[in-house]
Structures are given as structure tokens and as C-alpha cells.
């Protein structure tokens, strides 16, 4: 006889048996849920799953839609993905840095020695790229497997400082993220295909481009980049600094404390406080 589990799912209000191994798309699709735009993931005992989550026991369910903050979170590790499959089928030599974010946005850069062209022309040929893989539909593809495996081709695509990072972590297995040919990590999850991200924008901005989001209140429209040139300044200033720290990315800060190297981290950040202060 088959195990069922009760599953209570918020958006009906129904508590229904499914059995062992249901996945969430599939609870979507008999409780017909329509939140009125695209499901992007669940809320399963307040804690965040993707759709090809399966139920293994009771459990209470919540769909969330982009209007949900972790649903934002979502869309936009998803879209970075994307970015970062363009830039690796147009610009396979160099590499995509996603920064910071701006106002209504995530600032990135597409950095090498040699120079790829005029920066309008390659937010142009990106953001192309983009909307091709789209309409494409390609689904995101989670994996679990061995952290020297990942390694290796986190190194084949250039992804030095995440390289670093599971280093440090001392895990034996590590989630990937496949689309289609290209593989990346994320703290978290994706949406199940490029087809849910119709709504995005690419725009040049300063020395590299702003990935351009929809708005929260109306996932229809996308937000209005503002300029904010004192806060981006504060953000060159503060990768500079890291720069000279020497820590650039969380494995290097991880591999330092490591080291026994976090006292002369302390040290160099008051004086370049100091400095600034001064």
C-alpha cells in the first residue's frame, strides 16, 4: 500500500493526501492554484522550496509568486544565470562579475585584458542572447554532486572565487545549477525554466551594465533606473578596498580566517578607515 501525507496548502485552504514523493508542480496542477502570475516557488513550513520539491510527510504549503520577496530572490539568481549563459556563448574568454545592486537593479561587468568592443554593442548583443535563451524555455537543472567534481568545472568556467569557497566549506557533495551547457553555483534557488523570466532589462551603466528587474508592485512593468552617483561611489570605493584587503569574495575571506590572517585583515580595514576619516 502507498504512504500518503496530508498536505495543507495555504492558497485553497485544502488539506489533501498525496502520496509519497508528490512534487510541488504536481500539487499546482491538481489544486489548480492561480495567484494571478507565474507560481515561482513554495513556502513549505516557512521554509523556501522549488517546484520539483517532493513531499515526503505532512506538510503546509504556500505558493509565492514574484510579489514575494523570496520569490525577487528567485527571479533574479535565475536571471543572473542567464546573463551569465549569454556572456559565456558570446564572450567565452572573459568574465561576467555580477556586483552589487543599484536602484531597481544588479550592476555587473564583463571584465578581461583584452577589450571586447564598445559597450553599447555588447549590452546589445547580451541582452539579444538573453531573450533567445528565454524563449527557449531551457529548463534549470539542480544537481548534487561530489565537491571535487564541482571543482573541476567551476575552474572550467572561470568561477575562480566560488572555487574558493567550497574549498573552505569542507563539504563532500555540492548543489550545481545546469543550463544547458553552462554550470554555476547559487545560495539558493532558481525558478524551474527561462520561460518564467519574460519581464527583464539590460542597460549600460557606467563601466559595465545594470540587469534591470520588475517592479514588485506590478511584475508587469520593469523599474526605472535612477542615478545614484554617491552610493555608486561608495561601491567603487568599497572594491577597491577589498582589493587591497585582499579579500574580494567570501571563500578568500574564509580562507584567511583559515590562515590565522584575520587580525591583519582588522588592521588594514581601520587604517583605510582612518584614511577616509582623516
Same mark, same amino acid.
Given at each position: 500500500?502507498?504512504?500518503?501525507?496530508? !498536505? =495543507?496548502?495555504?492558497?485553497?485552504?485544502? @488539506?489533501?493526501?498525496?502520496?509519497?514523493?508528490?512534487?510541488?508542480?504536481?500539487? *499546482?496542477?491538481?489544486?489548480?492554484?492561480?495567484?494571478?502570475?507565474?507560481?515561482?516557488?513554495?513556502?513549505?513550513?516557512?521554509?523556501?522550496?522549488?517546484?520539483?520539491?517532493?513531499? =515526503?510527510?505532512?506538510?503546509?504549503?504556500?505558493?509565492?509568486?514574484?510579489?514575494? !520577496?523570496?520569490?525577487?530572490?528567485?527571479?533574479?539568481? #535565475?536571471?543572473?544565470?542567464?546573463?551569465?549563459? @549569454?556572456? +559565456?556563448?558570446?564572450?567565452?574568454?572573459?568574465?561576467?562579475? !555580477?556586483? +552589487?545592486?543599484?536602484?531597481?537593479?544588479?550592476?555587473?561587468?564583463?571584465?578581461? +585584458?583584452?577589450?571586447?568592443?564598445?559597450?553599447?554593442?555588447?549590452?546589445? %548583443?547580451?541582452?539579444?542572447?538573453?531573450?533567445?535563451? *528565454?524563449?527557449?524555455?531551457?529548463?534549470?537543472?539542480?544537481?548534487?554532486?561530489?565537491?571535487?567534481? @564541482?571543482?573541476? !568545472?567551476?575552474?572550467?568556467?572561470?568561477?575562480?572565487?566560488?572555487?574558493?569557497?567550497?574549498?573552505?566549506? %569542507?563539504?563532500?557533495?555540492? #548543489?550545481?545549477?545546469?543550463?544547458?551547457?553552462?554550470?554555476?553555483?547559487? =545560495?539558493?534557488?532558481?525558478?524551474?525554466?527561462?520561460? =518564467?523570466?519574460?519581464?527583464?532589462?539590460?542597460?549600460?551603466?557606467?563601466?559595465?551594465?545594470?540587469? *534591470?528587474?520588475?517592479?514588485?508592485?506590478?511584475?508587469?512593468?520593469?523599474?526605472?533606473?535612477?542615478?545614484?552617483? %554617491?552610493?555608486?561611489? *561608495?561601491?567603487?570605493?568599497?572594491?577597491?578596498?577589498?582589493?587591497?584587503?585582499?579579500?574580494? +569574495?567570501?571563500?578568500?575571506?574564509?580562507?584567511?580566517?583559515?590562515?590565522?590572517?584575520?587580525?591583519?585583515?582588522?588592521?588594514?580595514?581601520?587604517?583605510?578607515?582612518? %584614511?577616509?576619516?582623516?
Amino acid at each position: 500500500m502507498m504512504r500518503t501525507y496530508s !498536505i =495543507y496548502c495555504e492558497n485553497t485552504g485544502i @488539506a489533501k493526501d498525496y502520496p509519497f514523493g508528490t512534487t510541488l508542480a504536481e500539487i *499546482i496542477e491538481d489544486q489548480k492554484i492561480d495567484l494571478g502570475y507565474p507560481v515561482l516557488g513554495a513556502m513549505v513550513n516557512h521554509s523556501l522550496k522549488e517546484l520539483n520539491y517532493m513531499v =515526503y510527510k505532512p506538510k503546509t504549503v504556500n505558493f509565492i509568486g514574484y510579489p514575494h !520577496i523570496d520569490g525577487q530572490r528567485m527571479y533574479l539568481r #535565475s536571471l543572473s544565470m542567464v546573463l551569465f549563459k @549569454a556572456a +559565456h556563448d558570446l564572450y567565452p574568454d572573459h568574465k561576467l562579475k !555580477i556586483q +552589487h545592486s543599484v536602484s531597481g537593479g544588479v550592476y555587473c561587468e564583463l571584465v578581461n +585584458h583584452v577589450n571586447p568592443g564598445p559597450l553599447d554593442e555588447i549590452v546589445s %548583443k547580451l541582452k539579444k542572447r538573453m531573450q533567445e535563451i *528565454i524563449a527557449h524555455d531551457a529548463p534549470f537543472l539542480r544537481d548534487e554532486i561530489r565537491t571535487e567534481e @564541482a571543482l573541476e !568545472i567551476f575552474e572550467q568556467f572561470k568561477l575562480e572565487d566560488k572555487c574558493t569557497l567550497m574549498r573552505t566549506r %569542507k563539504q563532500f557533495y555540492s #548543489s550545481v545549477y545546469r543550463l544547458e551547457d553552462v554550470v554555476n553555483y547559487f =545560495y539558493g534557488y532558481l525558478v524551474p525554466s527561462t520561460g =518564467y523570466l519574460q519581464q527583464f532589462g539590460l542597460e549600460k551603466y557606467h563601466e559595465g551594465m545594470v540587469l *534591470i528587474l520588475p517592479r514588485k508592485d506590478n511584475p508587469a512593468e520593469l523599474n526605472r533606473i535612477m542615478e545614484k552617483p %554617491k552610493l555608486f561611489e *561608495i561601491f567603487r570605493e568599497f572594491k577597491e578596498w577589498v582589493q587591497i584587503i585582499g579579500v574580494p +569574495h567570501v571563500g578568500q575571506l574564509n580562507q584567511m580566517a583559515l590562515n590565522g590572517q584575520i587580525s591583519d585583515i582588522i588592521k588594514i580595514s581601520e587604517a583605510l578607515q582612518e %584614511k577616509k576619516v582623516a
